[in-house]
């Protein structure tokens, strides 16, 4: 695997918004879909400004769709 220590719930966040498709994240972040896919397989560390936006995009806190690997998840609850 590739690049970073950051893990994500991108795309579980996707299939709870009744199988939210790839490009129409891509489309309300204002990405491409292979930026998406390369986000969801941990292959890609988003920027800040991007990993802000699709936490917008699907009304969470954006540590709730990005952390650390290994990190505690529950620790900011």
């Given amino acids: 695997m590739g690049g970073s220590n950051l893990d ?3 795309r579980a966040l996707r ?3 009744d199988h939210m498709t790839q490009q129409a994240l ?7 879909r292979q ?3 390369a986000i969801e397989q941990g292959r890609y560390s988003p920027s800040l ?3 802000l936006k699709i936490a917008r995009a699907f ?3 954006v540590e709730r769709v990005f952390w650390f690997s ?7 609850d």
């Fill in 8 to 10: 994500n719930a991108v």
């Fill in 59 to 61: 009304g969470e806190p």
């Fill in 49 to 51: 400004e991007v990993a």
């Fill in 70 to 76: 290994g990190a505690d998840r529950g620790a900011s």
């Fill in 35 to 37: 930026t998406i896919i």
């Fill in 26 to 32: 891509a489309d309300a972040v204002g990405v491409s």
């Fill in 15 to 17: 299939d709870a918004r």
